[in-house]
Each structure stands twice: as C-alpha cells, then as structure tokens.
C-alpha cells in the first residue's frame, strides 16, 4: 500500500484496499473491483487540506489544459474534447477545478459536462461531482449521471491516488443507484502509440461500475500528460485515443 498521508489516510481507514476478485455476469459473481467497504462507504475531508493547483504527474489538471480523442465505441464514432477551464466551483467547501468535456458520436454532440475536481495537500486527486447533459439532435434531453458531493448523499471520490501503487482498489464516486465507479491500479511502466505520438511509462487503471457490471475499461495515463488512451477490454468494444494535447499554464 502507498503512504498517503493524512487526508487519503482517513479514506483508506474507511475503505479497505483490495484487488480484482473475479468477473463473473450472473448476480451471485463477486465485484471486478471490491473496494473492501462492504458497501458501506464514508469519507471525512477537511476543506483546509486541499489546495489551489491539480498538478498530479499522471492526471495535471492546469488551466487551459486541452486535450482532443478520437476512436470507435461499440460501433460509433467517438470525439472527445477536454479542457480545464479557469472557473472554480465551491464544493463541500472546497474550491474545484472545472473541467468540460464535450462528446461527438459520428459528428454529433451526445454530452456536455463539467467535472469538478480538487487535489488534497498529500497530491490525491478528488472527484467532486459533474453536471452532465445529454443530447439528441440538437436537443437536451437529460441529465443523468449529474451529482454533487455533499448534495442528497453524494460523497466524492479519489480519481488519482498521490502514489499509486498496482493492487490499489478504492472509489472514484459515490452517490447510490447514480454514480458508483471503482477503479484499481492495474500496470506500470508499460508504453503505447496513439496519433499524438509514442509514451512510456504509463500508468494503467481500470475502471468499473456495478451499476453496468459487465463493462471493464482501461484508461492509460502519461507523465505530464494524462489520459492518452482509453481501451474497453470487457463489455464490448471500444478504443479512443489521445490526437492532440495543449499543456495547461500552473
């Protein structure tokens, strides 16, 4: 397990970090992820723990940070576009970064959302919660998957642990029946080439949800740059890959 320090500590006391116990499809399987909670989660954060700037090697969150992805999703052609804007939100007391990340699929906007986002003093990096908004031929016409942490039971999440390690399990969400995404430490070290070029020593972490428990994603994460490719390896097919990236201003 990593040090990391006192904030991610008090998670850690109430999640217990485990690893993938199996991936069964029938209601009886065990979790692809088990975060060792027992479905019982609870976080304390101090607000004076978290600071001003999301530099974290493997996901920094600067303003004016862009990031553009292109692939295929389950027979769909998929456009991904990211970008750290510079408006706060104040979440639970906390001052977060917004980032906006607008969905094309074969040219068509499906989803617009900011993401709220904070780093702790000890680096981990907390998800906040999101306003999403669905499309369909121009129109609105939902909002699903938005929640606030602190707001009708939502509590946040870490995206990015300060030193991840291979094995570490934990919670990226949490508001029950809406958003339950867990993630695990899954590789180190490994390399990829997408359109944006050729990177090393990537960081691997895998996600799932037991809301869609048949779907498994891999997102690779490089040094200074973040997410560069992004691959379904259960559930269906899927594989969106970083094109281009415009460093933010710290």
């Not at 695990?184 to 691997?204: I, K, N």
């Amino acid at each position: 397990m990593a040090t990391l320090g006192s904030t991610a500590l008090g998670l850690l006391l109430a999640v217990a970090v485990a690893g993938v116990v199996g991936c069964g499809a029938d209601d009886d399987a065990e979790p692809v992820i088990d975060p060792g909670d027992g479905g019982e989660y609870t976080v304390d954060i101090d607000p004076a723990d978290f600071v001003e700037t999301i530099d974290h090697p493997y996901l920094p969150l600067l303003p004016g940070a862009r990031w553009v992805y292109e692939g295929v999703e389950d027979g769909e052609t998929e456009r991904v576009e990211v970008e750290v804007t510079d408006e706060r939100r104040d979440v639970m007391g906390i001052s977060a970064v917004v980032v906006r990340d607008v969905v094309y699929e074969d040219g068509e906007l499906v989803e617009d959302t900011y993401d709220w986002f904070a780093q702790d003093v000890d680096g981990n990096v907390w998800y906040l919660g999101e306003d999403s908004r669905e499309f369909e031929d121009g129109e609105m016409v939902g909002t699903e998957g938005s929640w606030e942490a602190g707001v009708d039971g939502a509590l946040p999440g870490i995206v990015m642990l300060a030193d991840p390690e291979v094995g570490e399990a934990y919670r990226q969400e949490y508001l029950e029946g809406e958003a339950e995404d867990m993630a695990q430490v899954h590789a180190a070290g490994t390399s990829e080439t997408v359109p944006a070029g050729t990177f090393d020593g990537l960081l691997v972490v895998r996600e799932w949800n037991p809301l869609e428990p048949d779907v498994i994603e891999d997102k690779h994460h490089a040094p200074g740059v973040g997410v560069v490719l992004e691959v379904k390896v259960e559930g269906g097919d899927g594989r969106v890959e970083l094109l281009e990236f415009t460093p933010g201003v710290g």
